[in-house]
């Protein structure tokens, strides 16, 4: 069964930056496309990045294009996002998702952390 | 990208069956048959329940089923049980690589 653990979540000044990390294990994560997404507490799910598999392609949503980078470490099983310029309506928990199809669709969450940004 | 849009909320009693919809545009549900179904408990991660507009992933009950008419595609709850209820959500991909999530549904089983 595949885990996804993140970690990196902290209270950042607004503009400040912040790293986090999601590390796979129990799934070929070197198959897999790796997504972020963010939920505020109580609201909704907001798609916020995905890389490709060998790390070459990357997308964003237009919230966060230029500011938030996404990438990857196969030999590590980890993936990353680089979030700077930080505002407070990027306050959220952030989760990552690994997914691959192979017949079926293979998914797997991450128990999400929680980015503050507040002075 | 705007949200899809769903009702905030959906209500049955055990045993019936319940649907909820999701409508996008033409840019998104319209133009791809890439709809998932989320099932969400409070402070927990997504689950996944749906791909692909109908098809279910392993160990997910029968229970679900997803369709596609247009720009709307709607999830089924059959037999609604107790443990059914959590917030929904859809999920499309639009395009250019990007996706986009609906505004969620809270299920209430009476």
New interface residues.
Partial sequence: EGQLVESGGDLVQPGGSLRLSCAASGFTFIHAWM?W?RQVPGK????VS?ISPDGA?T????SVRGRFTISRDNARNTVYLELNSLRAEDTAVY?CVSVRDKG????Y????TLVTVSS | ?S?LTQPASVSGSPGQSITISCTGTNSDIGDYDYVSW?Q?YPGK????II??VN?R??GVSNRFSGSKSGNTASLTISGLQAEDEADY?C?SYVG?????????TKVTVL
């Fill in positions: 997504h997404v909704g799910l907001i798609w995905r392609y997308t964003y949503a237009d989760f079926s669709r293979e998914e969450w991450g128990q999400g | 990208q949200a989320y969400q991660a997504p689950k996944l791909y692909d098809n992933p392993s959500y999920h250019t690589s990007t996706y986009v999530f609906g505004t969620g």
